[in-house]
């Protein structure tokens, strides 16, 4: 009996350089119906499941350090921050959602939106941002895993997927206990 041979994955699209004419600058609340089609084009339905949903809820949807990306008039990216706290006191920030258009992918445009975003916020005096994602993309960016315990997130998350980043000279292992956003 002759089988046939497992075809070959396709080879990853290569990246292409950052767009010249990009411009970064804060959400607006006229950008949030805009920014919300993004979502579910990108992610669908089931984003609402995810406990970094969960995390907002109750939240404002626009913070002073959420930002979108464009090109011309045109929204390509959009990342948020959501104002949390992680035990009694400290406060910090919960990045996420970062959202690429889909024609817009592998240009690194959602790294160039984070580290704009967060010279700002290092500007601003932030203790500490947290996220739930994949180390090996956020580190590049100074996040780095929690200790498992550190941070209790409000629904289920892989423990390494809990990434902190401090602010300068702050201890990221000094931020534990109960991540919930700040309400409105």
């Given at each position: 009996m002759v089988?046939?041979?497992f075809?070959?994955?396709?080879?990853?699209?290569?990246?292409?350089?950052?767009?010249?004419?990009?411009?970064?600058?804060?959400?607006t609340d006229e950008?949030?119906p805009?920014?919300?089609?993004?979502?579910?084009?990108?992610?669908?339905?089931g984003?609402?499941?995810?406990?970094a949903?969960?995390?907002r809820?109750?939240a404002p949807?626009?913070?002073?350090?959420?930002k979108v990306?464009?090109?011309g008039?045109?929204?390509?990216?959009?990342?948020?921050?959501t104002?949390?706290?992680v035990?009694?006191?400290?406060?910090?920030?919960?990045l996420?959602?970062?959202?690429?258009d889909?024609?817009?992918?592998?240009?690194?445009?959602?790294?160039?939106l984070?580290?704009?975003?967060?010279?700002?916020?290092?500007r601003a005096?932030?203790?500490?941002?947290?996220?739930v994602?994949?180390?090996?993309y956020y580190q590049r960016?100074g996040?780095?895993?929690?200790?498992?315990?550190?941070i209790i997130?409000?629904?289920?998350?892989a423990p390494h997927?809990?990434?902190?980043?401090?602010a300068?000279?702050?201890d990221?292992a000094a931020?534990?206990g109960?991540?919930?956003a700040?309400?409105a």
């Amino acid at each position: 009996m002759v089988t046939a041979p497992f075809p070959t994955p396709p080879a990853p699209t290569p990246s292409k350089p950052c767009p010249d004419n990009l411009i970064f600058r804060p959400v607006t609340d006229e950008d949030l119906p805009t920014i919300a089609k993004l979502h579910a084009r990108t992610f669908g339905p089931g984003r609402f499941a995810r406990t970094a949903y969960r995390i907002r809820e109750g939240a404002p949807p626009v913070s002073a350090h959420c930002k979108v990306a464009c090109i011309g008039t045109r929204i390509v990216a959009a990342l948020r921050f959501t104002e949390v706290m992680v035990g009694k006191t400290a406060r910090g920030l919960f990045l996420g959602p970062l959202v690429v258009d889909p024609e817009y992918k592998r240009q690194h445009i959602g790294s160039a939106l984070i580290t704009d975003a967060l010279a700002d916020i290092d500007r601003a005096g932030q203790g500490f941002v947290i996220l739930v994602g994949d180390e090996p993309y956020y580190q590049r960016h100074g996040f780095a895993q929690t200790a498992e315990g550190q941070i209790i997130c409000p629904g289920p998350v892989a423990p390494h997927r809990i990434l902190i980043r401090a602010a300068p000279g702050k201890d990221p292992a000094a931020f534990c206990g109960q991540l919930k956003a700040v309400p409105a």
